[in-house]
């Protein structure tokens, strides 16, 4: 029994990969050319999420630092969910729903892109930080699920929306990791074009 849960795991996770390929491929296409526009006219990445969402975050933005599968010069990308003093400061004088519009406005300038993590799309952090990015003339790139929640009643024809088709938070996660490898691919792509030969 245990065996065979396991293995619907594996395939409700590649369902509905599947079934989001088609809906999520132009918003993510569209997200790619919004961080490309930025890193390439000197602006960064801002990057954030709770939980789970964190951990994506960080994840991006090791992979635009570093590397993604090819050598490139660096990304300015930095993870919101990093500075424990920041983020516990921020929390005990202002509240946890502050903790990354703070640094977002510190750090934020016109020209940059927060990419905001939000599974359920109703993380009061998530929104300030949106809220904060647009009032700094950033564009946002969004990753939810279902609807979007609160989020999507925020974002503007130039922000972009990666809402994943589902209700399970596992399964949400498991797209926003794919997605994240799908836009530093991108990137690669937009800023070197195609990778030369192997043979």
Not at 46 to 58: R, Y
Request: aromatic share 4%; proline share 3%.
């Amino acid at each position: 029994m245990l065996e065979q849960r396991i293995q619907q795991h594996f395939f409700d996770s590649a369902d509905l990969k599947y079934q989001a390929a088609e809906s999520l491929t132009g918003p993510i296409a569209r997200a790619v050319d919004v961080l490309a526009t930025a890193v390439s006219n000197g602006h960064k990445i801002l990057i954030c999420g709770n939980g789970g969402s964190a951990a994506d975050s960080q994840h991006l933005a090791a992979e635009l630092v570093g590397r993604f599968e090819r050598e490139r010069p660096e990304l300015a990308a930095l993870a919101l969910t990093t500075d424990t003093s920041a983020l516990t400061a921020v929390a005990n004088d202002y509240g946890f729903d502050h903790v990354f519009s703070k640094q977002v406005r510190a750090l934020g300038l016109p020209g940059d892109v927060l990419v905001a993590f939000s599974t359920s799309g109703n993380s009061s952090s998530i929104v300030e930080a949106i809220r904060a990015a647009q009032a700094r003339d950033m564009s946002v790139v969004a990753l939810t699920g279902r609807t979007g929640g609160r989020v999507a009643g925020l974002l503007r024809e130039v922000d972009v929306h990666i809402a994943v088709p589902h209700d399970r938070t596992a399964r949400i996660q498991e797209v926003h990791l794919l997605t994240l490898h799908c836009l530093c691919d991108g990137l690669d792509w937009v800023l070197m074009g195609e990778p030369e030969s192997s043979e």
